[in-house]
C-alpha cells in the first residue's frame, strides 16, 4: 500500500473551531487515478495537503510506504518531493525572471545537480507541450494563462513525484486547454505509471479518468468505489447536491424510459455508440415481431 | 500563525463601547496613549491596566483574543527588556558574569519600557476590536477633515485607509496558500541563517506584490465601473451624530486621564 489514511480528523483551530475532516479512512494504491469530488467545504483540499505533509492532522496518522510522514524519522522534505501538489490557480506561485529558473526551483530545491535540473526542466515543459528553446528565457507573467498553468505544472513535474495531486486543475481554463490538461494527466497516468489523485467538480472528466473516484461530504468520505458504481447512486449524489455526468444522465434517462442501454460508459464517443446499437437492436427487435 | 495578527480584526458587539461614536473613540485612544507615555510609576501603569480590563470586561471582548493580539510584538518586548537590563546603568548590581551586568535601574526601566509598549497595544486594540474599519475610517476621515483646507485629500485617505484595512485578511490569506504551493515544491521557510531566510521569502513575496497588483486593479474597475469618485460632494449612508452618551464618556476618559497621570 502507498499511501494509508488511518482515522484522520483535522479540526481548524480558530475563535470557533472548524472540523475539516472528521474520521477519514483512505488506503491509495500505487498506479491508482482517483477522483476526488465533494462540495466546496468537504474537506477535499485538506485532505490533500495532509498527504504531503503541509498540514498535520489533529488525530490520526499518515502512513507513505507503511512510515507515518509525521514522526520524527520522516523527512518532509523527501515526502513532498515524492508527492506533488499542484494547487487551485498554480499559475499564482510563480515568481522567476524566466520559465527554466521557476521550473527549476523544485528540483534546486531538492538539490540536485545542475545537469539534472536543466534536464528535468527540458522534461517537464516537453510534457506539458511546450517548446523548451522557445519558451524557456521567456518571463512567466508575459504568458497567457492556459500556458502559465502548464508552466507552473510542470514546475511539480520537475519534482518527479511518484503520486501527483491536482486541486482543480482545469479551473478557468478554455476548453482546448482543459482537453490539453487532460490528455496529460491521461500520459502520467497510463504511460508513466504516476499515482494521480484528481479533485475536480467536473463528473466528466472524473468518470472517464478516475480508476476510483471517492465522494466526500461534510468532512467525511460517504461513497467510494469504481466510476460506475459511484454513479449509480444518484439518490445519494443527489442528497448533497452533486451531479452525475452529463453523459451518465442520458444514458439513465433512456434506460428509465426502456431503451436498453449501458450506463457505465462515459466517454462521449462511446455513449453515442451505445445508444445506436441501443437502438438498433430495438428496431430489429421490432421488425421482426409478427405484426 | 499569520492569522494571529489582530489588527483590522473587528469584534461585533453591542456593547457600550462598541456603539460609541468612533471619532470620540479615536480621540480618546489618542488622549489615553498621551498619557501612558506621562505616566511615570508602577502604580499609573498599574491604574491604567485596571481601566483597560475594566474596559475589556464592559465591551465582552474575549480576553484571550486581546492577549493573542500581543503575540506578534512578543519579539520586540523581549528585545526591549533585555537591552534594558543589560545596558542601563544606575543604582546596585544586581547580577554580574563577566561582563555581563544588570543594575538596579536597568531592571526597572526594562519592565517600566515593557509596560508601556503592552498597555498601548492593548489600548489600541480595543479600538480596532470594537469598531468596524468602516466606521474608523468615517472617523478619521471626519477628524481629518479641518485639514482638507490645507490640501490634504482627507476623503481619498480614508478611502484608502478602508481598502488597506479591508484587504490585510485577504492579501494574508494568498500569503498562506502561495507559502504552501512553494514548500510543496520543497521551499524551506524556517530554517538556514538571516541572509538565507530572507532569500526564502523571495518565491513569496513575488507572487504575493503581483497579485495585489492585479487587486488593485481589479477593484479600481470595479469601483469605477460603480461610478465612484472622490472628493468632498460624496454623501454617506450613516451619518454620524455625536450623542450625550458620547460627550459624558468623553468627559470621563479626560477625567480618567488627568488622575491616572497623577500618580
Not at chain 1, 111 to 140: C, H, M, N, Q, T
Not at chain 1, 158 to 186: F, Q, T, Y
Not at chain 2, 82 to 87: P, R
Not at chain 2, 132 to 151: H, M, N, Q, V
Amino acid at each position: 500500500m502507498l499511501i494509508e489514511l488511518e482515522n484522520i480528523r483535522h479540526i481548524y483551530q480558530m475563535d470557533d473551531p472548524v472540523v475539516a475532516l472528521d474520521g477519514v479512512d483512505l488506503e491509495i494504491e500505487r498506479g491508482e487515478f482517483i477522483g476526488l469530488i465533494g462540495h466546496t467545504g468537504s474537506g477535499k483540499s485538506t485532505l490533500v495537503q495532509l498527504l504531503n505533509g503541509l498540514l498535520k492532522p489533529s488525530e490520526g496518522r499518515i502512513l507513505f510506504e507503511g512510515r507515518d510522514i509525521n514522526s520524527q524519522e520522516v523527512e518532509l522534505k523527501e515526502i513532498r518531493r515524492r508527492v506533488g501538489l499542484v494547487f487551485q490557480y498554480p499559475e499564482h506561485q510563480l515568481f522567476e525572471e524566466t520559465v527554466a529558473k521557476d521550473i527549476a526551483f523544485g528540483p534546486k530545491n531538492a538539490g540536485l545537480a545542475d545537469e539534472e535540473i536543466d534536464k528535468r526542466v527540458r522534461e517537464a515543459l516537453d510534457l506539458v507541450g511546450l517548446d523548451y528553446e522557445s519558451f524557456k528565457d521567456r518571463s512567466p507573467f508575459n504568458l497567457s494563462g492556459g500556458q502559465q498553468r502548464r508552466i507552473a505544472i510542470a514546475g511539480v513535474l520537475a519534482l518527479k513525484p511518484e503520486v501527483l495531486i491536482l486541486d482543480e486543475p482545469m479551473a478557468g481554463l478554455d476548453p482546448a486547454g482543459r482537453r490539453k490538461l487532460l490528455e496529460l494527466l491521461r500520459h502520467l497516468h497510463r504511460n508513466l505509471e504516476m499515482t494521480i489523485i484528481l479533485i475536480s467538480h467536473r463528473m466528466e472528466e472524473i468518470a472517464r479518468l478516475a480508476s476510483r473516484v471517492v465522494v466526500m461530504d461534510r468532512g467525511k468520505i460517504i461513497l467510494e468505489g469504481r466510476p460506475a458504481e459511484v454513479f449509480n447512486e444518484r439518490e445519494r449524489l443527489k442528497d448533497i447536491d452533486l451531479d452525475l455526468p452529463v453523459v451518465t444522465d442520458i444514458l439513465k434517462k433512456l434506460k428509465e424510459k426502456g431503451l436498453k442501454v449501458r450506463t457505465d460508459v462515459f466517454a462521449l464517443e462511446d455513449a453515442r455508440n451505445e445508444i445506436l446499437t441501443a437502438l438498433e437492436k430495438q428496431s430489429q427487435f421490432r421488425e421482426s415481431r409478427p405484426c | 500563525m499569520l492569522t494571529d495578527i489582530t489588527i483590522g480584526q473587528h469584534i461585533p458587539g453591542s456593547s457600550i463601547i462598541h456603539r460609541m461614536d468612533p471619532r470620540v473613540k479615536i480621540l480618546i485612544t489618542l488622549l489615553m496613549i498621551t498619557i501612558l507615555f506621562f505616566i511615570d510609576t508602577f502604580t499609573g501603569f498599574f491604574l491604567f491596566l485596571l481601566l483597560v480590563v475594566i474596559i475589556l470586561l464592559t465591551a465582552k471582548l474575549p480576553i484571550k483574543r486581546v492577549l493573542r493580539g500581543l503575540k506578534p510584538v512578543f519579539f520586540l518586548v523581549i528585545l526591549t527588556l533585555f537591552l534594558h537590563l543589560f545596558l542601563t546603568r544606575g543604582g546596585e548590581v544586581i547580577w554580574q558574569w563577566r561582563f555581563l551586568r544588570i543594575e538596579e535601574a536597568g531592571v526597572f526601566t526594562g519592565f517600566f519600557m515593557v509596560s508601556r509598549i503592552l498597555l498601548l497595544i492593548m489600548f489600541t486594540s480595543i479600538l480596532t476590536l470594537t469598531t468596524s474599519p468602516l466606521e474608523l475610517t468615517d472617523g478619521i476621515e471626519y477628524l481629518l477633515k479641518p485639514l482638507a483646507r490645507f490640501g490634504l485629500p482627507a476623503g481619498e485617505l480614508a478611502m484608502m485607509m478602508t481598502i488597506a484595512l479591508r484587504f490585510i485578511p485577504t492579501l494574508l490569506e494568498e500569503a498562506e496558500k502561495i507559502m504552501k504551493a512553494q514548500k510543496a515544491r520543497g521551499a524551506d521557510f524556517e530554517s538556514g541563517n538571516i541572509i538565507q531566510r530572507a532569500k526564502a521569502l523571495v518565491p513569496l513575496l513575488v507572487p504575493l506584490f503581483i497579485s495585489a497588483f492585479r487587486r488593485a486593479d481589479e477593484l479600481a474597475l470595479a469601483m469605477e465601473s460603480r461610478c465612484y469618485s472622490g472628493g468632498t460632494s460624496r454623501t454617506r449612508l450613516h451619518e454620524l451624530k455625536l450623542k450625550s452618551t458620547d460627550v459624558y464618556l468623553f468627559l470621563l476618559a479626560a477625567v480618567l486621564a488627568v488622575a491616572i497621570s497623577f500618580f
